[in-house]
């Protein structure tokens, strides 16, 4: 049973940092896409980025491009989403999730992630 547990959030002022880390148990870690999203209270939960299990591929969505990335430790079994000059925006619980690797790679297709984490809540102050 694939097991997917979410540390590192938290709370911090507007213009600070965090790193967000996602650590599969059993499965086999390079077979998945793996995936951050997020949900702010009242909203849908959302892509934030994904990425391959090589790495060489990445989505990020729009509103984070330039502000956050997202990596993966094969070996580690792990993935990470640093997050720079967040905003009261970012505010949300981030989710951690994982599908089957595919072609087209569908990254950003939330209904085709079929793992998820507990989540881990960021809270933004401004």
């Known amino acids: 049973q694939i097991q997917l547990v979410e540390s590192g959030g938290g709370l911090v002022q507007a213009g600070g940092s965090l790193t967000l880390s996602c650590a599969m148990s059993?499965?086999?870690?390079?077979?998945?896409?793996m995936g951050w999203f997020r949900q702010a209270p009242g909203k849908e939960r959302d892509v934030v980025a994904a990425?391959?299990?090589?790495?060489?591929?990445?989505y990020v969505e729009d509103s984070v491009k330039g502000r956050f990335t997202i990596s993966r430790y094969n070996t580690k079994n792990t993935v990470y989403l640093q997050m720079h000059s967040l905003k009261p925006e970012d505010t949300a619980v981030y989710y951690c999730?994982?599908?089957?690797?595919?072609?087209?790679?569908?990254?950003?297709?939330?209904?085709?992630?079929?793992?998820w984490g507990q989540g881990t809540q960021v809270t933004v102050s401004s």
């Open positions: 999730a994982a599908k089957v690797t595919t072609l087209p790679k569908l990254l950003d297709d939330r209904g085709r992630y079929s793992h």
């Open positions: 059993e499965g086999t870690f390079s077979r998945y896409d």
């Open positions: 990425i391959t299990p090589s790495g060489t591929s990445t």
